[in-house]
């Protein structure tokens, strides 16, 4: 049995003393043993994985499923999501079918394609802050404009009706969602993916979604619902990750002067530093990582019983010393990118290599077109998202 099953389970969100860093819980629970008793935040008790190692075991080991649907698995109000498509939470080889139809869509080639229109977004959406002139709210006015428009890139939204899409995902943004807002939105995004589903016909081209109906509808490889779902799960996915990314790493480069400069001065650094900050941040840190164990095993010294429910502490994985050099360091010039930032194994997001040219773009065009951007505000004045399961700022007042 774990030692720190005799002490009180830590609950989630657990407290911060350094916006920049994960909670201090993490490195005391990752002290004490790769395995830890703690409790979800509905008061559901989890095991919480907290070195870098097991977490990597964790999520590649078949007998821990990602499965919702499993009778094993307790369910929560937390766990009232859709089944047809939403294949997170499903295991191979149903997972492994979604994921073979998304692959042609999202892999590295397609996205490689795509950085032109990424390019462009992150301009545009630079000259419309240049144009409204300082002081400016960085969340709002960039991190979370660009990827909301680089999914509506993605899923071929008309222009005319960005406003609308980019509006409902602020209503679903998990930092600071209310239920019944984001249940009107939830449906109101469901029903506009149906819609872009039935023009699929018309225009079989235009967008991913699109695209995935055209292929594969006809040959019922899919179903609507089922892909109505899998952009749903892609839209959550693709907004609050990388806006929290976006505004936290260009608010650490701010408060490390020296690198921020070597990073202006040698943009063959950025793909470098973003993995950094993807590591160094790990926003979406224990709510995307949820699994269950579906037999009994040993961990260090925790018996895993069949059923248990685990969650991967991306955050404390990522600061684990044993395997990575000084791991509270910001280091732009760091060799190791073996982060585990987008999980491991089979689920390993299929949206990482956007990811990764989507942040590059972004924070790479900001840096170098404000050189004089600073904060506003103090920083301890800043406004966190201590409460959120991805977490970020609420808001980031800058000048330039």
């Known amino acids: 049995m774990s030692t720190s099953e005799h002490d009180p389970a830590p609950a989630f969100p657990m407290a911060r003393t350094c916006p920049l860093a994960p909670p201090d819980e993490y490195q005391r629970m990752r002290a004490t043993a790769p395995v830890v008793r703690a409790a979800l935040p509905n008061g559901a008790p989890v095991w919480a994985v907290t070195r870098y190692a097991e977490a990597r075991q964790i999520l590649s080991d078949p007998r821990i499923s990602s499965s919702t649907g499993r009778p094993e698995r307790p369910r929560g109000p937390e766990d009232d999501r859709p089944d047809d498509g939403f294949f997170v939470d499903l295991d191979p080889p149903e997972h492994t079918r979604f994921r073979r139809l998304l692959i042609p869509e999202l892999g590295a080639r397609p996205m490689e394609a795509m950085r032109p229109a990424l390019q462009r977004i992150a301009d545009t959406a630079i000259d419309e802050l240049l144009e409204a002139g300082p002081p400016a709210d960085l969340v709002a006015s960039y991190a979370r ?28 943004s998990v930092t600071s969602m209310d239920p019944s807002v984001a249940a009107q939105a939830s449906s109101d995004v469901r029903g506009y993916l149906r819609e872009l589903i039935s023009g699929a016909q018309r225009e079989p081209h235009r967008g991913m979604i699109r695209r995935l109906a055209a292929r594969h509808l006809p040959t ?8 109505i779902n899998i952009g749903f799960l892609l839209l959550l996915a693709g907004y609050d990750s990388p806006a929290n990314t976006i505004s936290m790493g260009v608010l650490t480069l701010l408060r490390h002067p020296a690198q921020l400069a070597a990073l202006r001065a040698d943009p063959g650094l950025l793909p470098g530093a973003i993995e950094e900050l993807l590591r160094f941040h790990s926003v979406q840190d224990w709510v995307s990582f949820d699994r269950v164990a579906t037999a009994d095993m040993e961990i260090g010294s925790a018996r895993i019983r069949a059923g248990d429910r685990l969650t991967v502490l991306a955050a404390s994985a990522n600061r684990d010393a044993r395997a990575f050099q000084n791991p509270d360091d910001f280091d732009i010039h760091r060799p190791a990118n073996h982060h585990v930032a987008f999980g491991h194994g089979v689920h390993q997001c299929i949206g990482r290599n956007l990811a990764r040219a989507e942040l590059q773009i972004a924070v790479g065009t900001l840096l170098a077109r404000m050189p004089s951007l600073r904060l506003a505000v103090g920083f301890e004045e800043l406004s966190f998202a201590y409460d959120a399961p991805f977490f970020g700022l609420h808001a980031m007042p800058v000048a330039w």
């Open 145 to 172: 404009r660009v990827p909301s428009r680089v999914l509506c890139e993605l899923f071929g939204v008309p222009a005319g009706d960005h406003h609308f899409f980019e509006s409902r995902l602020r209503m679903l």
């Open 220 to 227: 019922g490889e899919l179903t609507t619902d089922e892909l």
